[in-house]
């Protein structure tokens, strides 16, 4: 049961992410890594803690977020609701942005999440381009992602396995890359 959801679920992601797709410039691709990554300065920040405003002028602004402690019990789903405006405000600041983060959603601590994943979003408004990309995505416990559909259907479908492996090719993976508007503030 679990696994047909994962695969319905995954079909919708999919699909969201063809329409979203559909709205933009260019068509969307598979995940390519931000080009300014290598020579990017991470900002490291943990649970909850609220990022220094001044970092809304650093470009390229680079920060990796913990998100693992989204738990009701414990405090850490308040602590996360008053870190996280902060934390989507910095990302209007620059022209070129990288955020890598890790979720966990659970009830309690210690129980099963209901919903995890690993996340890596970054945007080039110079360059017009953006891409998100998924990893070990779980909704509890049971894997999701495109990659999962595609393994699913590799004896059934090879060929549309194979058109969809560059949105995702193991389990709990998605990834696209698509091209955004021009932006007045970064040309």
């Known amino acids: 049961m679990l696994r047909k959801l994962s695969i319905f679920a995954s079909a919708g992601l999919l699909v969201a992410s063809l329409l979203v797709a559909q709205s933009s410039p260019a068509a969307a691709t598979g995940y390519t890594p931000p080009p300014f990554g290598p020579t990017c300065e991470v900002h490291e920040f943990g649970e909850g803690v609220q990022p220094p405003l ?4 650093v ?4 920060v990796e977020y913990q998100k693992r402690d989204i738990t009701f019990d414990n405090g850490g789903a308040v602590a996360f609701l008053f870190a996280e405006p902060s934390r989507f405000l910095l990302a209007t600041g620059p022209c070129r942005y990288w955020q890598q983060d890790h979720w ?4 309690t601590t210690g129980a099963t999440p209901i919903v995890t994943w690993d ?3 970054w945007f ?3 360059l017009r381009y953006a891409a998100a990309h998924l990893a070990n995505f779980r909704i ?3 894997s999701v992602g495109i990659g999962d559909v595609v393994i699913a259907l590799q004896d059934y479908a090879p060929e549309l396995a194979t058109a969809l492996s560059e949105y995702g090719s193991t389990y709990g993976e998605t990834g696209m ?6 932006s007045l503030r970064c040309p």
Do not use: E
């Not at 001044?54 to 002028?57: D, P, R, S």
């Not at 966990?104 to 009830?107: K, L, T």
């Open 124 to 126: 080039d408004k110079h």
């Open 59 to 62: 470009d390229p602004l680079c």
């Open 54 to 57: 001044w970092l809304w002028f």
């Open 177 to 182: 890359s698509s091209s955004l508007p021009f």
């Open 119 to 121: 996340g890596n979003y």
């Open 140 to 142: 509890n416990g049971a």
């Open 104 to 107: 966990s959603i659970q009830v």
